[in-house]
Nanobody, 116 residues
């Protein structure tokens, strides 16, 4: 079973940037589409971005389009999310998973807090 570990979160001012990383162990996910998801306090977990297994296609939620960039390195079994022009409403715990997500693959996530 694959284990996913997210890192790179932190506290940043509005307008700042962060780069999140997701490392997989247990098995490769090079043939899976992968995604980033987030959950803000008191809200449902929501889709943020996804990338095809080859990296050739990417998809974004409207709320982050033009600000976030998802990428992957299949040789290293990692997926990244570059987040620019961060807004307070981006504050959430961010998770990576396959897309569509597998219930058993949710990790601990990484907290992103954007101050105004």
């Amino acid at each position: 079973q694959v284990q996913l570990v997210e890192s790179g979160g932190g506290l940043v001012q509005a307008g700042g940037s962060l780069r999140l990383s997701c490392a997989a162990s247990g098995r490769t996910f090079s043939r899976d589409a992968m995604g980033w998801f987030r959950q803000a306090p008191g809200k449902e977990r929501e889709f943020v971005a996804a990338i095809s297994w080859s990296g050739g296609r990417t998809y974004y939620a409207d709320s982050v389009k033009g600000r976030f960039t998802i990428s992957r390195d299949n040789a290293k079994n990692t997926v990244s999310l570059q987040m620019n022009s961060l807004k307070p409403e981006d504050t959430a715990v961010y998770y990576c998973n396959t897309d569509p997500p597998r219930a058993a693959s949710w990790g601990q996530g990484t907290q992103v807090t954007v101050s105004s």
